[in-house]
Nanobody, 121 residues
């Protein structure tokens, strides 16, 4: 079974930067798609950015040009570099992975526990 652990959330001033990390651990798995989601207080969880194992990326319109998603397949780790942060970026950020369990060939999905990003002066 795969587990995801996010890190890097913090309090930052508007215009500042943060880098989130999401590390996957487990045995005998192959991750296909990894995504970053976020959920602000009182709002639904939304997709922020995603990346395939081949490196193809997609972004929510409001973060294009400010956020960059990347991954290190050898380390099973995904990153989200967030620049020019705005108060509206404040949320709990979750990573999500869709993967194949190699022993059973099942296609599964797992969520991390979330990391809080607060953008405020």
């Amino acid at each position: 079974q795969v587990q995801l652990v996010e890190s890097g959330g913090d309090l930052v001033q508007p215009g500042g930067s943060l880098r989130l990390s999401c590390a996957a651990s487990g045995s005998r798995f192959s991750i296909n798609i990894m995504d970053w989601y976020r959920q602000a207080p009182g709002k639904q969880r939304e997709l922020v950015a995603g990346i395939t194992s081949a490196g193809s990326t997609n972004y929510k319109d409001s973060v294009k040009g400010r956020f960059t998603i990347s991954r290190d397949n050898a380390k099973n780790t995904m990153y989200l570099q967030m620049n020019s942060l705005k108060p509206e970026d404040t949320a709990v950020y979750y990573c999500n992975a869709k993967y194949v369990e190699l022993t059973t060939a099942k296609y599964l999905e797992v969520w991390g526990q979330g990391t809080l990003v607060t953008v405020a002066s």
